[in-house]
């Protein structure tokens, strides 16, 4: 599977799927059910492919990790207000965790390129750790894709809430959905780019 065809289908089944999966839950079971039936795709995936290709993904589990500590906090009494804009904060909280990780020595961003590579050829991931240790380069490209998509889920996040608390109705809603998905959309076409930039970079 080529590259960038990969990354459309890590699209689609951890961000597109979940979405849609929620927005049609939504008016028929509310917010907390709603959140929990956008976790069932990717947790589907994430059995497939431990199962039948003996890997673990690290950004599926990521996004499942968001999901239900979003639901931790919608759940409390402090999320009251956030069950009353009807937006979780499944984004912000994976955010959070990109940007908590750049003070590891080794950031989110590292796990899920290591699982990436996993899937592509088994042996990939340990050649990765291996130039993780020698390559300054690497370290700082993957830190500042950790920092960039911390900050953009944290914005993104943010605006949704703001509008959402401070709108109301349909044109809120569909706001809000637009500005997720371009705010992803936009973030998934810098990565693929950024790649490629920096393989471009490393060729003699």
């Not at 290709?53 to 239900?68: E, M």
């Not at 796990?111 to 592509?120: G, K, Q």
């Amino acid at each position: 599977m080529i590259p960038s065809t990969r990354y459309a289908l890590a699209f689609v089944v951890n961000v597109a799927l979940p979405a849609l999966a929620y927005w049609l839950a939504l008016p028929h079971y509310g917010l907390l059910d709603a959140l929990i039936v956008s976790g069932l795709p990717v947790l589907a995936w994430m059995v497939i492919d431990l199962v039948r290709f003996r890997h673990f993904d690290a950004l599926s589990a990521l996004v499942l990790a968001g999901i239900v500590l979003s639901l931790a906090v919608l759940m409390s009494e402090p999320g009251r207000w956030l069950r009353e804009v009807r937006d979780p904060l499944v984004s912000g909280v994976i955010g959070v965790f990109f940007l908590l990780s750049l003070v590891l020595s080794r950031p989110l961003v590292f796990y899920l390129a290591r699982s990436t590579l996993a899937r592509e050829r088994p042996g990939l991931e340990l050649d990765f750790d291996q130039r993780w240790s020698s390559r300054p380069d690497l370290v700082r490209s993957v830190r500042l894709m950790t920092a960039v998509w911390g900050i953009g889920l944290v914005g993104e996040n943010v605006v949704r809430l703001w509008i959402t608390s401070d709108m109301t109705g349909h044109d809120a809603e569909r706001l809000s959905t637009l500005i997720r998905g371009g705010a992803y959309g936009g973030l998934m076409i810098w990565t693929i780019l950024y790649r490629r930039l920096y393989i471009k970079r490393q060729k003699p």
